[in-house]
């Protein structure tokens, strides 16, 4: 038996050996009687929300309750051109992506048959392109992306989506 101290209600409780201590988000041990009366539990780590997510909780697309953490992991990701957290596409049109000079050069990438023009472009389908685990990129499907405007980014972009507030920065340029 380990003695631990319960993060929520600050009580002494002990665990046999073999047994499972559930944590808060902080990784601080729980007491049964805290964790069983836990409202709000994340569905994806297990973890206790913490007070701000219990406030406002994210939920996934069947209406599962998320911390942040694991919303982020699943439904979100970080803009090259930014790095501000954003929302993912969840659908061809509202995909837009750079892809640089220097990675269409290093790659040889082509289009249609043509070399492809460094930009900001649209999806208008998925999958967008073949690529395999060996090799990598492959080549673009055809009319698989559009190019909505040239433009050269200082970065090495491809294929990584951006936020809409670049993409409309972008577009006024």
């Known amino acids: 038996m380990k003695e631990h101290k319960c993060a929520i209600c600050r009580n002494k409780f002990m665990v046999g050996a073999g047994e499972f201590v559930e944590n808060d988000t902080e990784g601080s041990p729980v007491c049964p009687a805290c964790y069983s009366e836990a409202e709000i539990i994340c569905g994806y780590c297990h973890r206790m929300l913490t007070k701000d997510e219990v406030e406002s909780p994210e939920v996934d697309s ?7 953490d694991c919303y982020s992991d699943h439904y979100q990701q970080v803009c090259p051109i930014c790095e501000n957290y954003f929302d993912k596409a969840t659908r061809p049109d509202d995909y837009y992506f750079a892809i640089t000079k220097s990675v269409i050069d290093e790659n040889c990438i082509e289009y249609n048959g043509k070399p492809m023009i460094p930009g900001l472009y649209k999806a ?6 073949i690529a395999n685990c060996v090799s990598g990129f492959e080549s673009f499907f055809d009319d698989s992306v559009e190019l909505i405007k ?7 972009y491809f294929c990584v989506e951006i936020c809409d507030d670049c993409l409309e920065e972008i ?3």
């Open 62 to 68: 069947d209406g599962d309750i998320m911390c942040d």
């Open 150 to 156: 040239k433009h050269d980014f200082s970065g090495n």
């Open 124 to 129: 208008l389908k998925y999958p967008m392109y």
């Open 171 to 173: 577009r006024r340029c």
